[in-house]
């Protein structure tokens, strides 16, 4: 049996790279302003380190998660493939993240909902699959877009 090594933490880059925790994490920012020196110092310190960020943590603390669930009732119509596809990476492409639910025989998306909001997407999309006007509330209420087509 192989003992696990501790996770490797943004706190553990710092030190590595001699730059505050902070720096690490504007550098793991997509988007966030960092010289192009700091940039090479903390990555070659987590390379070193073998630091992978947490997206978990960081939605903690930003309370966004970056997924957008899309939920398919019919994976097998060829029509959806291509177009999952391209919409997937439409959204990777804004940063996003998709979490596929699909639907296994005549489930509706009232049935899924539950199980999809555990995952706190930020988002949601309907393919193939109804939301009854409750549901839609439901979603209504938290604040979460939901787009059907």
Not at 68 to 79: D, E, Q, R, S
Request: charged share 20%; with cysteine; aromatic share 4%.
């Amino acid at each position: 049996m192989r003992v696990r090594r501790p996770r490797v933490t943004s706190n553990d880059v710092a030190k590595a790279a001699r730059v505050s925790q902070s720096a690490v994490s504007r550098v793991f920012t997509p988007g966030a302003s960092v010289s192009p020196a700091m940039r090479k110092l903390v990555a070659d310190a987590a390379a070193k380190l073998g630091y992978r960020p947490n997206a978990i943590a960081r939605s903690l603390i930003t309370r966004r998660t970056r997924l957008v669930g899309i939920v398919m009732a019919h994976l097998t119509n060829p029509f959806y493939p291509p177009v999952l596809e391209r919409f997937s990476r439409q959204l990777e492409a804004h940063g996003r993240r998709v979490l596929l639910i699909t639907l296994p025989g005549q489930r509706s998306g009232d049935a899924a909902l539950p199980e999809i909001l555990q995952y706190q997407v930020d988002s949601l999309v309907l393919t193939s699959a109804t939301l009854s006007s409750a549901m839609a509330d439901e979603c209504a209420r938290i604040g979460m877009p939901v787009s059907s087509g």
